[in-house]
């Protein structure tokens, strides 16, 4: 069988955070945090670790990680909690 890790962050993480400050930010991280591990179990991958605005998960293979991480990015852009004005994810 053929692992795959899929890794996800937050493009510009340290300007969104220092725009938006402290407390919205965590509420943004709560927001992703939730976004992805609800994807992930869509697709059936396995939580790894979380590391900042960094998410790490496994799969059972390549295409299922590929159609996780399109789905992830298609939610997360959904989420209006996670776009900050004039800075779309």
Same mark, same amino acid.
């Given at each position: 069988?053929?692992? %795959?890790?899929? !890794?996800? #962050?937050?493009? =510009?993480? %340290?300007?969104?955070?220092? $725009?938006?400050? #402290? *407390?919205?930010?965590?509420? %943004?991280?709560?927001? !992703? @945090?939730?976004?992805? *591990?609800?994807?992930?179990?869509? @697709? *059936?991958?396995?939580?790894?670790?979380? $590391? =900042? #605005?960094? !998410?790490?998960?496994? !799969? #059972? =293979?390549?295409?299922?990680?590929? +159609?996780?991480?399109? $789905?992830? +990015? &298609?939610?997360?852009?959904? %989420?209006? $909690?996670?776009?900050? &004005?004039?800075?779309?994810?």
């Amino acid at each position: 069988m053929l692992a %795959t890790v899929l !890794f996800v #962050d937050i493009v =510009g993480s %340290t300007e969104r955070a220092v $725009a938006i400050g #402290d *407390r919205p930010w965590r509420e %943004t991280l709560e927001t !992703f @945090y939730s976004t992805v *591990r609800e994807v992930l179990q869509r @697709y *059936r991958g396995r939580e790894i670790n979380t $590391a =900042g #605005d960094g !998410f790490l998960a496994a !799969f #059972d =293979g390549p295409a299922r990680a590929i +159609r996780c991480a399109s $789905a992830i +990015r &298609k939610s997360v852009q959904n %989420t209006h $909690a996670l776009t900050l &004005k004039g800075c779309p994810l």
